[in-house]
C-alpha cells in the first residue's frame, strides 16, 4: 500500500517567515495530495489539494509544488501569522482508494 | 449545511464498558469514514463506507471493534469491551464519493478516555 513521509515533525518560525512542510509518497501511481490543518482541539480542514497533473497551486499565502518523478510534495505558507500555527497533514491517494495520511508537522509561528 | 455531527464530544468509560460512537455525515455525501488519532500513531483509517455498505475494514484494531450505517445519515462505531488502549480522539468524515479525490470532511471528533 501507500506509504507517506513527512518532515519535519515540528517547526518554528518567526512571524512573516516562510514556512516549509515536505512529504514523500510510495507509490508513483497516486494522483491526489491533500493537506490538512489541524487547530489544537479542532478537526482537521483541508487547506489546499494538487493533483498529479499539475506541478503547483497557490492560493493566497499557500502553495504547493508536487515533483512527481522525485515522488515528493511540498506545502509553502509565506509570511506566516501567528495563526498559522497548527498542526499539518499532508496525504496522498491512488484515486481509487481512500487517503493515507502522513503523520503531521507541528508548526509554531512565534510573534 | 452543518457539516458532519458526532457524538458525544467527549466520553470517559472504565475499562470493559461498551463505548458507542454517532455519526451523522453531510448530506448529499455517500461516503463514510472512522478514524482515530493519537500522538503515537497520528490519523489511522479504521473503516469507510460507500452507499452505507462497508468496503474496507481492515483498520479496525480487533473483534472488539465494529461499525455499523443502518442509513445514509447515520453510523456508529461500537467498541465492546473497551480497554485503555482505545483511549484516543475519534473522528468520522464523509465525502461525496470515496476513491474519486473527493475532499474530506471531518466532524469534530469524540474524544475517548478509557480509565
Known amino acids: 500500500g501507500e506509504n507517506v513521509e513527512q518532515h519535519p515533525s515540528t517547526l518554528s518560525v518567526q512571524e512573516g517567515d516562510s514556512a516549509v512542510i515536505k512529504c514523500t509518497y510510495s507509490?508513483?501511481?497516486?494522483?491526489?495530495f491533500p493537506w490538512y490543518k489541524q487547530e489544537l482541539g479542532k478537526r482537521p480542514q483541508l487547506i489546499i489539494d494538487?493533483?498529479?497533473?499539475?506541478g503547483e497551486k497557490k492560493d493566497q499565502r499557500i502553495a504547493v509544488t508536487l515533483n512527481k518523478t522525485a515522488k515528493h510534495f511540498s506545502l509553502h505558507i509565506t509570511e506566516t501569522q501567528p495563526e498559522d500555527s497548527a498542526v499539518y497533514f499532508c496525504?496522498?491517494?491512488?484515486?481509487?482508494?481512500?487517503?493515507?495520511f502522513g503523520k503531521g508537522t507541528m508548526l509554531l509561528v512565534s510573534p | 449545511d452543518a457539516g458532519v455531527i458526532q457524538s458525544p464530544r467527549h466520553e470517559v468509560t472504565e475499562m470493559g464498558q461498551e463505548v458507542t460512537l454517532r455519526c451523522k455525515p453531510i448530506?448529499?455525501?455517500?461516503?463514510l469514514f472512522w478514524y482515530r488519532q493519537t500522538m503515537m500513531r497520528g490519523l489511522e483509517l479504521l473503516i469507510y463506507f460507500n452507499n452505507n455498505v462497508p468496503i474496507d475494514d481492515s483498520g479496525m484494531p480487533e473483534d472488539r471493534f465494529s461499525a455499523k450505517m443502518p442509513n445514509a445519515s447515520f453510523s456508529t462505531l461500537k467498541i465492546q469491551p473497551s480497554e485503555p488502549r482505545d483511549s484516543a480522539v475519534y473522528f468520522c468524515?464523509?465525502?461525496?464519493?470515496?476513491?474519486?479525490?473527493?475532499?474530506?470532511?471531518f466532524g469534530n471528533g469524540t474524544r475517548l478516555t478509557v480509565t
Open positions: 507509490d508513483s501511481a497516486s494522483n491526489y
Open positions: 448530506s448529499g455525501h455517500n461516503s
Open positions: 496525504a496522498a491517494s491512488l484515486g481509487y482508494s481512500t487517503l493515507t
Open positions: 494538487i493533483r498529479s497533473n499539475v
Open positions: 468524515a464523509s465525502s461525496l464519493e470515496a476513491g474519486d479525490n473527493s475532499p474530506l470532511h
